[in-house]
């Protein structure tokens, strides 16, 4: 007896799928194993009995609709993140809206690429104070022309609006990770299934899971990633992501303009004047950078330049000048060596990451030049850049010899015998 179910969970070797309001457990044929992107979360199949109460997955039925990201690794990789969905939910924090851009834009044009619905929800909107939370509203009303819906507030809170505005469809919840995805999920699910296969159902965000929720939503649980890796943007694509610089191109002076240094620029004017928003900006020359639409020449940065700017350390709120730093480029706060992750490459100014560099190790280039390790507090990334001349100097000799006074050994035990140093740990 065949019975019509959905994609609950994938596993090695099987598949959980919802049947009639049942968790169901089904061996997985080899050939779906093995395919790319055969088989995903929300996908519609058929199953049957295998022998002794096994069911067994027997085909996959066609999809209504299938949504995809990119893989920077493999630009001409589709990776399928889920199939059958009505919305795409894009969550990013409160904090990430106020220092990045570019994930909703590319989530945006995901969803209007496989034909759904797609909304925004800002996260830990309680952790930030009235003022800031005035000044994202403004930002919001960019968005409201681009989605569906907008959505503010905690994740760990039941969002009744929310739920009321998907009831009764089947929802992909995207996002970074600890943006509060399933959090979200789990404050609009109904009672936990009672079944001995529900725990499953109920698993963290390591793969994708389908949850039944509340006024019969299913709600579609990802893993996070940072970035959906879109690749051959279109100039209308990118159009109705971003209807505001549109607008300014179009009666722009010059053919090839990079509206970030023309004098005369639409686009600069609007930035200059705080008529377009910087991060909208940021997202769109991010965008820019795919090099499938007509803005081709290269970005301006500090690569092949000075950077003459003054900036407030993120970490100690110092006033960092440029003047005393002994070159043309200042990379990192004097007082405290800290950074901010704004580069891919150095002098780029492409990262969206916007996280603290701290500095955690020192070493010396081929002739002599100190420079400092830098690590992400948000993403991990490491990067070496040269002191400067007016760096603090009793703070770069305690970051040197850090590795001799946390040493991995106990240095009572370190003798020295016959002009070698040696460990000895017996009594």
Aim: some cysteine.
């Amino acid at each position: 007896m065949k019975k019509k179910a959905t994609v609950v969970n994938i596993m090695n070797k099987q598949v959980q799928v919802l049947a009639e309001g049942e968790i169901i457990s089904c061996l997985l044929p080899g050939s779906l194993v093995s395919k790319k992107n055969a088989l995903i979360v929300g996908d519609q199949v058929e199953i049957g009995l295998a022998g002794n109460d096994q069911y067994k997955l027997i085909q996959v039925l066609p999809r209504k609709t299938a949504l995809y990201r990119g893989n920077r690794r493999s630009t001409e990789e589709k990776v399928l993140v889920a199939a059958n969905v009505q919305y795409l939910l894009a969550i990013v924090t409160a904090d990430y809206l106020l220092n990045q851009a570019g994930y909703l834009e590319a989530a945006i044009i995901a969803a209007k690429r496989a034909g759904i619905q797609v909304g925004i929800f800002i996260s830990k909107w309680d952790l930030i104070g009235e003022s800031t939370q005035a000044l994202l509203e403004a930002k919001l009303a960019l968005y409201q022309t681009s989605v569906d819906f907008v959505f503010v507030g905690s994740a760990r809170e039941r969002q009744e609006e929310l739920i009321k505005t998907v009831e009764g469809k089947t929802v992909v919840v995207v996002g970074d990770r600890s943006c509060g995805k399933t959090s979200l999920i789990h404050g609009s699910l109904n009672e936990p299934l009672e079944k001995e296969d529900s725990r499953c159902t109920m698993s963290s965000t390591h793969t994708s899971v389908l949850q039944v929720g509340s006024r019969g939503t299913l709600w579609i649980d990802t893993p996070g990633f940072r970035d959906f890796a879109l690749q051959e943007i279109s100039v209308e694509e990118r159009n109705a992501v971003f209807p505001e610089i549109a607008q300014l191109i179009e009666g722009c002076y010059f053919r090839n303009c990079t509206h970030v240094h023309e004098e005369g620029c639409q686009v600069l004017e609007a930035l200059r004047a705080k008529k377009l928003k910087r991060e909208r900006y940021d997202a769109y020359q991010k965008m820019a950078d795919t090099r499938v639409v007509t803005c081709t020449s290269p970005r301006t940065d500090y690569r092949h330049s000075a950077c003459t700017e003054s900036f407030t350390c993120k970490a100690c709120g110092t006033l960092v000048v440029p003047e005393g730093a002994g070159s043309q480029h200042r990379n990192h706060c004097p007082k405290c060596l800290s950074s901010v992750h704004v580069d891919n490459e150095p002098g780029d100014r492409a990262s969206l990451c916007k996280g603290i560099m701290e500095p955690v190790s020192v070493w010396v280039r081929k002739g002599g030049e100190w420079a400092i390790i830098h690590r992400c507090r948000t993403c991990g990334t490491l990067n070496s850049n040269r002191i400067a001349a007016d760096d603090n100097p009793a703070l770069l000799i305690s970051i040197a010899v850090k590795p001799l006074a946390m040493t991995p050994f106990p240095l009572d035990k370190l003798s020295i015998k016959d002009g070698c140093s040696e460990i000895s740990f017996g009594r």
